[in-house]
């Protein structure tokens, strides 16, 4: 039996619309994070440690460090370096290279204190309950990533490379579009 599933189109809007309502620093922090997730299919650990020297911006590529230390080059929609981009105008270069930073219960960015992919994981939990969406995990935007690759006729050994996997049987397992496939 398969863990863990991918967001539909729906889910994945109202998720995005959860962390937009505002524009305070979290919400544009958040939509940042889940929009990579969904975008690159980074873990949350690389989401966590990816660094602001990490993302060029002017050719759309991310180096993210992965599980054994490797590092890869990721790619991802221009909406998502959009999102990155207004996350880091807020959020400024001062403080620790992590992109992503704690923000305190009045908006305040703590600039020294990365998030933690605890952190994450709970935040992508307080936003699933706010779009009203079925419970999921962080990783389950990276099901989500390799499965609309698939869907739109990606070659499983694309999307093992774009997902760090050393085996094109890892990245089948994260397929999940069904029996209709």
């Known amino acids: 039996m398969q863990t863990g599933r991918a967001l539909s189109q729906i889910e994945t809007s109202k998720l995005i619309s959860a962390c937009s309502d505002s524009s305070d620093p979290s919400s544009l922090r958040d939509v940042a994070i889940v929009s990579l997730g969904i975008g690159s299919g980074l873990r949350r650990n690389e989401l966590s ?30 909406i998502v370096f959009i999102r990155l981009q207004k996350w880091l105008e807020v959020r400024g270069k001062e403080g620790c290279p992590e992109l992503f930073v704690c923000i305190g219960k009045h908006g305040d960015i703590r600039h020294e204190q990365k998030m933690s ?9 307080k936003r ?33 490379e774009a997902m760090g996997h050393s085996s094109i049987n890892t990245a089948q397992r994260y397929d999940r579009r069904g029996f209709d496939k």
């Open 49 to 78: 440690s990816l660094k602001i020297s990490d993302i060029d911006f002017s050719d759309q590529k991310i180096t993210a460090i992965g599980k054994g230390n490797k590092q890869r080059l990721v790619t991802a929609t221009e």
């Open 128 to 160: 699933a309950k706010a779009a009203g969406i079925e419970k999921f995990t962080p990783h389950d935007l990276r099901r989500t990533f390799a499965t609309r690759m698939l869907d739109v006729g990606a070659d499983i050994s694309i999307v093992k």
């Open 117 to 125: 992919p605890m952190a994450i994981f709970k935040m992508i939990e």
